[in-house]
T-cell receptor
Framework: DAKTTQPPSMDCAEGRAANLPCNHS???????VYWYRQIHSQGPQYIIH???NNETNEMASLIITEDRKSSTLILPHATLRDTAVYYC??????????????FGQGTTLQVKP | DSGVTQTPKHLITATGQRVTLRCSPR?????VYWYQQSLDQGLQFLIH???????AKGNILERFSAQQFPDLHSELNLSSLELGDSALYFC??????????FGPGTRLTVL
């Protein structure tokens, strides 16, 4: 699985959009980008995933560059409850994959009032 | 609520002891994954079971073992416990290649 690089920490004002970047320059053609977050010591929470098209769900949007070497997770209107560690993970999706997730250090997002 | 349950929530035990952590996956999910989160190592994959069969092993110590039962719940057995085994243990469930949903975790403290 490709390695990802994320900034260790970011701040965001409450109500503003939070844009969390992730670099995955060695991503392969069959690897997806997944985002999870962990609030305090709770279990990691799935946010969104994508291959090459931009994706949006009720939680966030995922923007993947055309060369797929980087992506950005967007929380459109951050709230205090979005304060968490955000993990960008790249892994193969399809038969034969063990499915394990390899977590890096992630980005600690602090949403401030 | 992810639909994944883990028991117990907290476990305090002594060095040298043996404990069992339990995980019930979401209804319909055949896969169970175990992860360990310690302060110095972050989230580490331990082992993956799919429909009762071991699929992959990660950084799991020989003192640790796991199994998945016919009703698909899973147990992680930790033996000869050491201080360094103190950590959060999470299980996650999902279909074999799909999104993983994590349980609330078991906090193990070894004294």
């Amino acid at each position: 699985d490709a390695k990802t690089t994320q900034p260790p920490s970011m701040d965001c004002a409450e109500g503003r959009a939070a844009n969390l970047p992730c670099n995955h320059s060695t991503i392969s053609g069959n690897e997806y980008v997944y985002w999870y977050r962990q609030i305090h010591s709770q279990g990691p929470q799935y946010i969104i995933h994508g291959l090459k098209n931009n994706e949006t769900n009720e939680m966030a949007s995922l923007i993947i560059t055309e060369d797929r070497k980087s992506s950005t997770l967007i929380l459109p209107h951050a709230t205090l409850r979005d304060t968490a560690v955000y993990y960008c993970i790249v892994r193969v999706y399809g038969s034969g994959n063990t499915g394990k997730l390899i977590f890096g250090q992630g980005t600690t997002l602090q949403v401030k009032p | 609520d992810s639909g994944v349950t883990q028991t117990p929530k907290h476990l305090i035990t002594a060095t040298g002891q043996r404990v069992t952590l339990r995980c019930s996956p979401r209804s319909g999910d055949l896969s169970v994954y175990w992860y360990q989160q310690s302060l110095d190592q972050g989230l580490q994959f331990l082992i993956h079971y799919y429909n009762g069969e071991e699929r992959a092993k990660g950084n799991i110590l020989e003192r640790f073992s796991a199994q998945q039962f016919p009703d698909l719940h899973s147990e992680l057995n930790l033996s000869s416990l050491e201080l360094g085994d103190s950590a959060l243990y999470f299980c996650a469930s999902g279909t074999s290649t799909d999104t993983q949903y994590f349980g609330p975790g078991t906090r193990l403290t070894v004294l």
